[in-house]
């Protein structure tokens, strides 16, 4: 169950408010019941502030990555109204297996023609874990009867780039050459994915693009990292300025969005624990904001947070593809912050979004 009206959703489904942001056509999904400019959703401050704390002393700036993994994930809900099926298989993928979950309504038996969505799930390519948006894909797969595919890939940094990413495209293939044993239409598939999920749906994109057989229809990309490391782009500005805080809640989400602030110096950081050498940095699979034809790219719907460090990438990729003719949408979700989908069932914004990209998957 929901620990909100669902008035709240409706809300967010119902505003249509238009903004252009540095040539941007932006749809901006304001906070239901908090009418003040720069405040938060009064449901995610509270998440934040009731954060159960752990008696464990961590140096923040020198995690390990197996600390770093345990950070990750955040309880939420099943919002199922009907029986979803779930199934489980691998794939092998050059000496290694990916994991495919899959979910689908299961009623009627005998569809053959539900789109399908395959799903990256985030975690900055070394952590998170298909369980984490379980229930998020599960409710889409109800809300646009179609099969939604969650794929368990290799992590950095015991599997570096570009290992990950080929257990998604792989998944990608496997899905399109058995369309007919998951009742699904080949020509109705979409990728996405949240974070560096939403980073290997679009570098899944260029691979498909640059095969002899091009079989992604769309993409779904949630606040994704699209430049890592010191990868930049003519255009690509951030200053914590242009993020709107209020004073009162300052102190707890300027971290959050400092958090994900891009890199300045040569100095190695996180994107050494997944690329080998810093040069990949500057490979346009690794950052996709470094595309040099956005054509490649299909119909695109694209989520960022307010108070989220990656929007500024998120909204620019946003930009880039509707300035080369991409049939493309950027919502905002203002009053939350990075991984709101990780709270689906807490987080009015959360179901939402669910609702928006089943409206996509049905186009």
């Known amino acids: 169950m929901r620990n909100y009206d669902f008035t709240c959703v409706q809300a967010l489904l119902d505003d249509q408010t238009m ?47 197996e600390q770093m993994r345990r950070f990750m994930g955040s309880p939420n809900r099943n919002l199922n109204t ?30 053959t023609d539900r789109p399908a969505l395959i799903f990256f799930h985030g975690g900055g390519f070394i952590g998170g874990s298909p369980f984490a948006v379980e229930n998020f ?18 992590l950095a940094p015991e599997h570096k780039f570009p ?16 369309a007919t044993d998951y009742g699904i239409d080949p020509a109705k598939i979409t990728v ?10 679009a570098a899944c994109c260029q691979l498909d693009r640059a095969s002899d057989r091009p079989i992604i229809q769309a993409q779904v990309l949630i606040y994704p990292v699209m430049l890592i490391g010191t990868a930049r ?23 959050m969005v400092l958090g994900f602030a891009p890199t300045e110096d040569e100095a190695p950081s996180f994107e050494a624990l997944y690329t080998e050498v810093p040069e990949d940095c500057q490979n346009p699979l690794v950052s996709p904001l470094l595309a040099p034809d956005c054509t490649v790219f ?27 003719g991409v049939m493309t949408r950027t919502i905002r979700y203002n009053g939350v912050g990075h991984a709101f989908i990780d ?13 928006e990209i089943a409206a996509e998957l049905k186009a």
């Open 343 to 355: 709270v689906v069932g807490l987080l009015p914004q959360a179901e939402a979004l669910a609702y």
């Open 82 to 111: 009907i029986e979803i099926y779930t199934g489980f298989e691998t794939i092998a993928v050059e000496g290694r297996t990916a994991g495919l979950w899959r979910y689908y309504p299961r009623k009627p038996f005998a569809k």
């Open 19 to 65: 903004e252009s942001s540095n040539g941007l056509s932006l749809t901006v999904k304001k906070v239901p019941d908090e009418p003040r400019t720069g405040y938060p959703d009064p449901r995610f401050i509270r998440s934040l502030l009731e954060r159960p704390q752990t008696d464990e002393a961590f140096d923040v700036a020198n995690l390990t990555v």
């Open 192 to 201: 996405g994915g949240d974070s560096a999920g939403g980073n290997l749906a």
């Open 233 to 255: 782009t003519p255009d690509f500005t951030w200053q914590l300025s242009d993020f709107n805080l209020c004073e009162e809640y300052r102190t707890v989400l300027e971290p």
């Open 163 to 178: 290992q990950g990413l080929d257990d998604c495209y792989a998944a990608v293939c496997h899905v399109h050459d058995h």
């Open 298 to 324: 299909p119909r695109t719907l694209i989520a960022t947070a307010e108070y989220d460090g990656l929007r500024v990438q998120g909204e620019l990729f946003g930009r880039q593809l509707q300035a080369a």
């Open 137 to 154: 894909c599960r409710l889409v797969a109800e809300l646009a009867d179609a099969v939604v595919f969650n794929i368990d890939y290799a």
